[in-house]
């Protein structure tokens, strides 16, 4: 069962995290509604470019920011090995359809259920696989819809998901190998590969990109 939030008050509150509970941020909510990432954007983030330990620290400096609670509908999530309730970092993208460029905005500390609503192309190939239920799924979507109503947003579709879109990031181009002759073309271009573990890895592993050490 989905942790459920109190959208309107907390006055009343008898469940201790349902008292820690903070109402929902008026300004991020719509991040909720923005389309699910083209095919081509599956798998490729600044966390697959600046490295697992460069990222951890970034994950480190969110969750202390965001205090236990998602940045998005203000739950209140334990953060603990004992719960497994997490606060995920996800990548916030300005996306400039013209040139069909994700471009990096910031990160923001969100529960599990919201990241999963923001992705939910992604959460749709789970429930493909069975890997998660339908019933599951439809709670996530329903929950996401009802935190849209809030500021009289929906989800907005993506009827374009075949396009081939590039990810800008400190002065690169990446892509992921879904299209693995067009990403072969690309990266002939200068384009990095980046691979996304969703498709068979058929290009050889020369054609991917490999986080370098950063330093600090």
């Known amino acids: 069962m989905i942790t459920e939030i109190n959208l309107v008050s907390r006055k009343g509150c008898t469940e201790m995290d349902a008292c820690e509970n903070k109402l929902p941020n ?36 969110v969750q202390l920011r965001a205090d236990h609670h998602c940045e998005i509908c203000g739950r209140y999530v334990t953060h603990n090995n004992i719960t497994k309730d997490w606060l995920h970092t996800h990548e916030v993208y300005q996306v400039d359809h013209k040139r069909r460029i994700y471009c990096f905005e910031r990160y923001i500390g969100i529960c599990k259920e ?42 907005e579709p993506n009827s374009n998901l075949n396009d081939v879109y590039l990810f800008e990031f400190e002065g690169k181009y990446f892509v992921n190998d879904f299209y693995p002759e ?32 950063r330093k600090g």
Not at 31 to 58: C, D, Q, T, W
Not at 121 to 150: A, C, H, M, N, P
Not at 191 to 199: L, M, Q, S, T
């Open 26 to 61: 008026i300004n991020n909510l719509s991040l909720l509604a923005r389309p699910v990432l083209h095919y081509s954007m599956f798998g490729v983030a600044p966390r697959n470019i600046i490295g697992e330990s460069a990222f951890r620290k970034i994950k480190k400096e």
């Open 114 to 155: 919201c990241h999963e609503f923001i992705h939910l192309g992604y959460l749709d190939s789970l429930l493909s696989k069975g890997i998660v239920s339908k019933e599951y799924f439809t709670e996530v979507f329903q929950r996401g819809q009802r935190l849209l109503k809030i500021i009289n947003k929906h989800k």
């Open 182 to 213: 067009v990403a072969k073309s690309l990266h002939e271009q200068g384009v990095n590969i980046i691979h996304y573990d969703g498709v068979n890895k058929v290009l050889p592993d020369e054609f991917f990109y490999k986080p370098k050490k």
